[in-house]
T-cell receptor, first 115, second 112 residues
Framework: AQSVTQPDIHITVSEGASLELRCNYS??????LFWYVQSPGQGLQLLLK??????LVQGIKGFEAEFKRSQSSFNLRKPSVHWSDAAEYFC?????????????FGSGTRLSIRP | ETGVTQTPRHLVMGMTNKKSLKCEQH?????MYWYKQSAKKPLELMFV???????ENNSVPSRFSPECPNSSHLFLHLHTLQPEDSALYLC???????????FGPGTRLTVL
């Protein structure tokens, strides 16, 4: 069955430090890949997406993600975090060739920023 | 209005009440979704509508009743809810069910 795994429930990093959030998926073909961010009490906002082509994807707010087919991963990175980056981050996969064509979300990683 | 809007933003209701949540998308999308987000739980997909036809119902109790009168509007009718139904209810839309989804700000529902 298709699945998305975010192994880190909660991560704390210092302001100005680099960040990497992990995402692994299970799917028979190359899926569409997304990262969303959610601030408390708000809806989800798309940070970036990968459909095909260059495996390093640039997004908004200085985020990037790299698709690694061999590892079935799509990790999110930021070279220097800001206090405003504290939020919940969700990885998601779209299944374009599945009869249940839809997006599956991971369980999320909560990011805290240490001053 | 742009994007996806949801009303009301907050709702408190008793277990015997009947209420409705409204979602409207101004993006010209063909698919709309209802999600439930509870504390410390993953995002739960409840319903998917594509071209105004319900294409997915993830074993949601019948006390939740969706309605999609046209491609821009989606409702979630609520009746005889339970306290465990308290959550943030998110609406989303997309051009295609496997494409990126655009989310509304959510309705924070509290059932007393």
């Amino acid at each position: 069955a298709q699945s998305v795994t975010q192994p880190d429930i909660h991560i704390t990093v210092s302001e100005g430090a680099s960040l990497e959030l992990r995402c692994n998926y299970s799917y028979g073909a190359t899926p569409y890949l997304f990262w969303y961010v959610q601030s408390p009490g708000q809806g989800l906002q798309l940070l970036l997406k990968y459909f095909s082509g260059d495996t390093l994807v640039q997004g908004i707010k200085g985020f990037e993600a790299e698709f690694k087919r061999s590892q079935s991963s799509f990790n999110l990175r930021k070279p220097s975090v800001h206090w405003s980056d504290a939020a919940e981050y969700f990885c998601a996969v779209g299944l374009p060739y599945s009869s249940a064509s839809k997006i599956i979300f991971g369980s999320g990683t909560r990011l805290s920023i240490r001053p | 209005e742009t994007g996806v809007t949801q009303t009301p933003r907050h709702l408190v209701m008793g277990m015997t009440n009947k209420k409705s949540l409204k979602c409207e998308q101004h993006l010209g999308h063909n698919a709309m979704y209802w999600y439930k987000q509870s504390a410390k739980k993953p995002l739960e997909l409840m319903f998917v509508y594509s071209l105004e036809e319900r294409v997915e119902n993830n074993s949601v109790p019948s006390r939740f009743s969706p309605e999609c009168p046209n491609s821009s509007h989606l409702f979630l009718h609520l009746h005889t809810l339970q306290p465990e139904d308290s959550a943030l209810y998110l609406c989303a839309s997309s051009q295609d069910p496997s494409d990126e989804q655009f989310f509304g700000p959510g309705t924070r529902l509290t059932v007393l």
